[in-house]
């Protein structure tokens, strides 16, 4: 399984409506993380268990669900992270 599948099978547990992951690892060649394996993500992601929260707190719900890649598979990793309501709604 490359680190896209691992990313999305971890997320499963937030019942996504949509997810998009973007691997932008080629962009950093010779960056620090790169060295090291580690890729540059763009995390793009729809659920419902984010209503009420602030920013910080989804990304928290994200990195605990991703925490043993951090740093390993996964250097960096850009989020947006929305509700069904605020994402379905700037589509329109």
């Known amino acids: 399984m490359n680190t896209i599948e691992t990313i999305q099978a971890r997320l499963v547990a937030l019942h996504p409506e949509h997810i998009e992951i973007q691997d932008d690892s080629a962009s950093h060649a010779g960056h620090a993380g790169a060295k090291s ?3 540059h993500f ?7 268990q984010f209503a009420g929260q602030a920013t910080l707190a989804r990304h928290r ?12 598979q996964i250097h960096a990793l850009s989020i947006k992270a929305h509700t069904p309501d605020e ?4 589509r329109n």
């Open 42 to 48: 763009f995390l793009t992601i729809v659920s419902e």
């Open 61 to 72: 719900k994200i990195y605990d669900l991703l925490g043993d890649l951090m740093q390993q």
């Open 87 to 90: 994402f379905f709604s700037t």
């Open 37 to 39: 394996g580690g890729g």
